[in-house]
Protein backbone atom coordinates (compact mmCIF):
# COMPACT_ATOMS: atom_id res chain seq x y z
CA UNK A 1 0.00 0.00 0.00
CA UNK A 2 1.51 3.28 -0.74
CA UNK A 3 1.58 6.18 1.73
CA UNK A 4 4.03 8.41 2.67
CA UNK A 5 6.52 6.76 3.84
CA UNK A 6 8.50 3.56 2.85
CA UNK A 7 8.50 1.88 6.12
CA UNK A 8 6.12 1.75 9.29
CA UNK A 9 4.71 4.74 10.56
CA UNK A 10 2.07 6.06 13.04
CA UNK A 11 -0.36 8.79 12.77
CA UNK A 12 -0.80 11.14 15.76
CA UNK A 13 -3.49 13.50 15.06
CA UNK A 14 -5.93 12.66 12.12
CA UNK A 15 -7.92 15.29 10.19
CA UNK A 16 -10.85 17.22 11.64
CA UNK A 17 -11.50 18.64 14.88
CA UNK A 18 -8.94 18.72 17.48
CA UNK A 19 -7.98 20.91 20.75
CA UNK A 20 -5.02 22.37 21.10
CA UNK A 21 -3.31 24.45 24.02
CA UNK A 22 -7.18 25.16 24.72
CA UNK A 23 -8.16 26.41 21.12
CA UNK A 24 -10.42 23.62 19.37
CA UNK A 25 -10.19 24.23 15.28
CA UNK A 26 -9.94 21.78 12.70
CA UNK A 27 -7.07 19.68 11.34
CA UNK A 28 -6.89 19.88 8.02
CA UNK A 29 -4.70 17.28 7.29
CA UNK A 30 -3.24 14.15 9.92
CA UNK A 31 -0.21 14.04 11.53
CA UNK A 32 2.46 11.13 10.89
CA UNK A 33 5.59 10.13 12.51
CA UNK A 34 7.98 7.13 10.45
CA UNK A 35 8.98 4.62 13.27
CA UNK A 36 11.56 3.11 10.64
CA UNK A 37 12.72 6.33 8.83
CA UNK A 38 12.24 9.84 8.48
CA UNK A 39 12.22 10.16 4.58
CA UNK A 40 8.80 11.48 3.17
CA UNK A 41 8.18 10.13 0.11
CA UNK A 42 5.06 10.81 -2.89
CA UNK A 43 2.44 8.50 -2.86
CA UNK A 44 1.76 9.15 -6.57
CA UNK A 45 2.97 11.19 -9.90
CA UNK A 46 2.96 14.55 -9.75
CA UNK A 47 5.00 18.01 -10.35
CA UNK A 48 6.08 20.53 -7.46
CA UNK A 49 4.75 23.66 -7.47
CA UNK A 50 6.06 24.73 -3.97
CA UNK A 51 9.24 23.69 -2.36
CA UNK A 52 10.27 26.70 0.68
CA UNK A 53 9.55 27.83 3.83
CA UNK A 54 7.47 30.70 5.48
CA UNK A 55 8.95 32.92 8.74
CA UNK A 56 6.76 36.16 8.47
CA UNK A 57 4.64 35.11 11.32
CA UNK A 58 1.93 37.63 9.87
CA UNK A 59 1.41 35.12 7.06
CA UNK A 60 -0.28 32.01 8.41
CA UNK A 61 1.62 29.20 6.55
CA UNK A 62 4.71 30.05 8.86
CA UNK A 63 3.03 27.23 10.94
CA UNK A 64 4.12 25.07 7.99
CA UNK A 65 7.78 25.45 8.23
CA UNK A 66 9.62 23.65 5.63
CA UNK A 67 7.04 22.99 3.27
CA UNK A 68 6.30 21.12 -0.26
CA UNK A 69 3.61 20.98 -2.27
CA UNK A 70 3.00 18.16 -4.68
CA UNK A 71 0.45 18.99 -7.09
CA UNK A 72 -0.65 15.21 -8.71
CA UNK A 73 -2.42 14.20 -12.18
CA UNK A 74 -5.57 13.72 -10.85
CA UNK A 75 -6.07 17.55 -9.53
CA UNK A 76 -5.24 17.10 -6.34
CA UNK A 77 -2.71 19.41 -4.50
CA UNK A 78 -0.77 17.41 -1.52
CA UNK A 79 0.99 19.17 1.32
CA UNK A 80 3.63 18.09 3.71
CA UNK A 81 4.41 19.98 6.16
CA UNK A 82 7.52 20.84 8.98
CA UNK A 83 10.13 19.12 7.10
CA UNK A 84 13.50 19.30 8.24
CA UNK A 85 14.70 19.03 5.04
CA UNK A 86 13.12 19.52 1.38
CA UNK A 87 15.15 17.68 -1.14
CA UNK A 88 12.87 18.82 -4.25
CA UNK A 89 12.49 21.61 -6.66
CA UNK A 90 9.59 23.75 -7.54
CA UNK A 91 8.98 22.58 -11.52
CA UNK A 92 10.31 19.14 -10.72
CA UNK A 93 8.73 16.21 -11.96
CA UNK A 94 8.07 13.45 -9.35
CA UNK A 95 7.52 10.24 -9.68
CA UNK A 96 4.96 7.87 -7.01
CA UNK A 97 7.64 6.31 -4.66
CA UNK A 98 10.69 9.07 -4.83
CA UNK A 99 11.84 10.91 -1.89
CA UNK A 100 10.94 14.52 -1.35
CA UNK A 101 12.07 15.65 1.90
CA UNK A 102 12.83 14.74 5.63
CA UNK A 103 10.14 14.50 8.27
CA UNK A 104 11.54 17.47 11.07
CA UNK A 105 10.05 19.64 13.46
CA UNK A 106 10.50 23.15 11.63
CA UNK A 107 7.22 25.81 11.78
CA UNK A 108 4.21 25.32 14.75
CA UNK A 109 5.23 22.00 15.65
CA UNK A 110 5.43 20.11 19.18
CA UNK A 111 7.80 16.96 17.88
CA UNK A 112 9.38 15.56 14.85
CA UNK A 113 6.07 14.79 12.53
CA UNK A 114 5.16 15.42 8.79
CA UNK A 115 1.45 17.19 8.53
CA UNK A 116 -0.12 15.78 5.36
CA UNK A 117 -2.82 17.71 3.73
CA UNK A 118 -4.26 16.94 0.87
CA UNK A 119 -6.99 19.92 -1.48
CA UNK A 120 -9.18 19.50 -4.31
CA UNK A 121 -8.65 22.42 -7.04
CA UNK A 122 -11.12 24.16 -5.38
CA UNK A 123 -8.49 24.21 -1.94
CA UNK A 124 -11.06 22.80 -0.03
CA UNK A 125 -9.37 19.95 2.33
CA UNK A 126 -10.72 16.64 2.70
CA UNK A 127 -9.25 13.46 4.80
CA UNK A 128 -5.75 12.83 3.48
CA UNK A 129 -6.33 8.91 4.52
CA UNK A 130 -9.35 8.28 2.38
CA UNK A 131 -7.21 9.71 -0.47
CA UNK A 132 -4.11 7.81 0.17
CA UNK A 133 -7.21 4.68 0.70
CA UNK A 134 -8.58 5.74 -3.31
CA UNK A 135 -5.25 5.99 -5.08
CA UNK A 136 -4.02 2.56 -3.61
CA UNK A 137 -7.00 1.18 -4.71
CA UNK A 138 -6.75 2.15 -8.36
CA UNK A 139 -3.22 0.88 -8.06
CA UNK A 140 -4.38 -2.51 -6.91
CA UNK A 141 -2.96 -5.33 -9.24
CA UNK A 142 -3.97 -9.25 -9.19
CA UNK A 143 -1.30 -11.89 -10.59
CA UNK A 144 -3.12 -14.47 -12.48
CA UNK A 145 -3.43 -16.85 -9.22
CA UNK A 146 -4.47 -14.03 -7.13
CA UNK A 147 -7.20 -13.05 -9.34
CA UNK A 148 -8.35 -17.13 -9.48
CA UNK A 149 -8.71 -16.89 -5.55
CA UNK A 150 -10.08 -13.34 -5.47
CA UNK A 151 -12.69 -14.46 -7.86
CA UNK A 152 -13.44 -17.94 -5.96
CA UNK A 153 -13.52 -16.01 -2.62
CA UNK A 154 -15.93 -13.16 -3.86
CA UNK A 155 -18.45 -14.64 -6.43
CA UNK A 156 -18.06 -18.45 -4.87
CA UNK A 157 -17.58 -20.28 -8.36
CA UNK A 158 -17.37 -23.90 -8.58
CA UNK A 159 -13.81 -25.54 -9.48
CA UNK A 160 -15.67 -25.90 -13.14
CA UNK A 161 -16.89 -22.76 -13.40
CA UNK A 162 -13.39 -21.32 -13.15
CA UNK A 163 -12.16 -24.13 -15.47
CA UNK A 164 -14.62 -22.40 -18.09
CA UNK A 165 -13.34 -18.98 -17.30
CA UNK A 166 -9.39 -20.22 -17.31
CA UNK A 167 -10.65 -22.03 -20.93
CA UNK A 168 -11.30 -18.38 -22.72
CA UNK A 169 -8.55 -18.24 -25.52
CA UNK A 170 -9.04 -14.87 -26.42
CA UNK A 171 -7.83 -12.73 -23.92
CA UNK A 172 -5.49 -14.09 -21.48
CA UNK A 173 -5.70 -11.48 -18.76
CA UNK A 174 -9.63 -11.80 -18.55
CA UNK A 175 -9.67 -13.21 -15.02
CA UNK A 176 -6.93 -10.42 -13.52
CA UNK A 177 -9.53 -7.98 -15.78
CA UNK A 178 -12.62 -9.15 -13.72
CA UNK A 179 -11.00 -9.63 -9.98
CA UNK A 180 -10.11 -5.92 -11.04
CA UNK A 181 -13.78 -4.81 -11.30
CA UNK A 182 -14.41 -7.19 -8.64
CA UNK A 183 -12.40 -5.14 -6.56
CA UNK A 184 -12.95 -1.65 -7.73
CA UNK A 185 -16.79 -2.02 -7.11
CA UNK A 186 -17.65 -0.43 -10.35
CA UNK A 187 -21.80 0.03 -9.98
CA UNK A 188 -21.32 0.87 -6.28
CA UNK A 189 -24.53 0.03 -4.87
CA UNK A 190 -26.56 0.50 -8.15
CA UNK A 191 -29.51 -1.53 -8.61
CA UNK A 192 -28.95 -4.74 -11.32
CA UNK A 193 -30.74 -4.18 -14.36
CA UNK A 194 -33.27 -6.77 -15.65
CA UNK A 195 -31.26 -6.55 -18.74
CA UNK A 196 -27.79 -7.39 -17.32
CA UNK A 197 -26.22 -9.02 -19.93
CA UNK A 198 -26.08 -4.94 -21.28
CA UNK A 199 -25.22 -3.55 -17.72
CA UNK A 200 -22.36 -6.00 -17.48
CA UNK A 201 -21.46 -5.06 -21.12
CA UNK A 202 -21.59 -1.39 -20.27
CA UNK A 203 -19.88 -1.91 -17.18
CA UNK A 204 -16.59 -3.65 -17.86
CA UNK A 205 -16.30 -2.71 -21.89
CA UNK A 206 -15.61 -6.31 -23.09
CA UNK A 207 -16.11 -7.22 -26.42
CA UNK A 208 -18.99 -8.94 -27.87
CA UNK A 209 -17.39 -11.99 -27.89
CA UNK A 210 -16.51 -12.02 -24.43
CA UNK A 211 -20.01 -11.16 -23.43
CA UNK A 212 -20.93 -14.26 -25.40
CA UNK A 213 -18.36 -16.63 -24.12
CA UNK A 214 -19.64 -15.79 -20.17
CA UNK A 215 -23.10 -15.50 -20.80
CA UNK A 216 -23.35 -18.86 -22.65
CA UNK A 217 -25.63 -21.30 -21.14
CA UNK A 218 -22.82 -24.14 -20.59
CA UNK A 219 -22.96 -26.79 -17.66
CA UNK A 220 -21.54 -25.49 -14.40
CA UNK A 221 -21.93 -21.23 -15.17
CA UNK A 222 -25.73 -20.57 -15.78
CA UNK A 223 -25.93 -16.87 -15.15
CA UNK A 224 -22.44 -16.96 -14.64
CA UNK A 225 -22.39 -12.70 -15.70
CA UNK A 226 -25.34 -12.00 -12.93
CA UNK A 227 -23.38 -13.24 -10.58
CA UNK A 228 -20.14 -11.27 -11.26
CA UNK A 229 -22.37 -8.70 -12.10
CA UNK A 230 -23.78 -8.82 -8.22
CA UNK A 231 -20.23 -9.27 -7.26
CA UNK A 232 -19.26 -5.22 -8.36
CA UNK A 233 -22.15 -3.47 -6.59
Known amino acids: ?21 GDTRPHKGA ?3 GLQGKEII ?11 IITDKNNPTWEWGNYVRLDTEDKH ?19 KGEIIGLEGNTGYSFGSHCHFEVRTAANASIDPIAYLNSINKKD ?13 SEVALSDETMTYLKSYKYDKNLIP ?4 LIYDKPLKGE ?3 DDYISQFKQVTGFEDKTIEYLSADFKYGKDLINKLLKAMI
Do not use: W
Open 1 to 21: MKMIYKGDYKITSPYGPRNLN
Open 31 to 33: DFV
Open 42 to 52: APCDGIIQRST
Open 77 to 95: LLYFCHLSKRLVSVGQKIK
Open 140 to 152: KTFTYQEAVNFIK
Open 177 to 180: KIAK
Open 191 to 193: PLL
